[in-house]
């Protein structure tokens, strides 16, 4: 069973950047698939952005272009860059890991969640 911890989130403005980072521990990191959600107050948990063990990635409409997903499987780490951040990505950001293969897009295929990093986006 694999423990996921997220840190990074704070107050930006609007066009700045974050990094957003989930640590795991407890388990075989490089198996494990790994996706970023947001849950903005009043809205559903919605996937971000998802990178699978292979490295394949997908990316929201909402984000592409200004959000990346490296991870580092040495440091049991994928992070989520953030560039040219607009007000409406304020929400609170979940990393997830999905003991399958390939790119998991639906939350269902998660098996596990860290506890949340908020964000918040000032115009």
């Known amino acids: 069973q694999i423990q996921l911890v997220e840190s990074g989130g704070e107050l930006v403005q609007a066009g700045g950047s974050l990094r957003l980072s989930c640590t795991a521990s407890?388990?075989?990191?490089?198996?494990?698939?790994m996706g970023w959600f947001r849950q903005a107050p009043g809205k559903e948990r919605e996937l971000v952005a998802a990178?699978?063990?292979?490295?394949?990635?997908y990316y929201a409409d909402s984000v592409k272009g200004r959000f990346s997903l490296p991870r580092d499987n040495a440091k049991n780490t994928v992070y989520l860059q953030m560039n040219m951040l607009k007000p409406e990505d304020t929400a609170v950001y979940y990393c997830?890991?999905?003991?399958?293969?390939?790119?998991?897009?639906?939350?269902?295929?998660?098996?596990?969640w860290g506890q949340g990093t908020q964000v918040t986006v000032s115009s």
């Open positions: 407890g388990g075989t990191f490089r198996t494990y698939a």
């Open positions: 990178i699978s063990s292979n490295l394949g990635t």
């Open positions: 997830a890991a999905a003991e399958r293969v390939g790119v998991r897009v639906l939350r269902d295929e998660y098996d596990y």
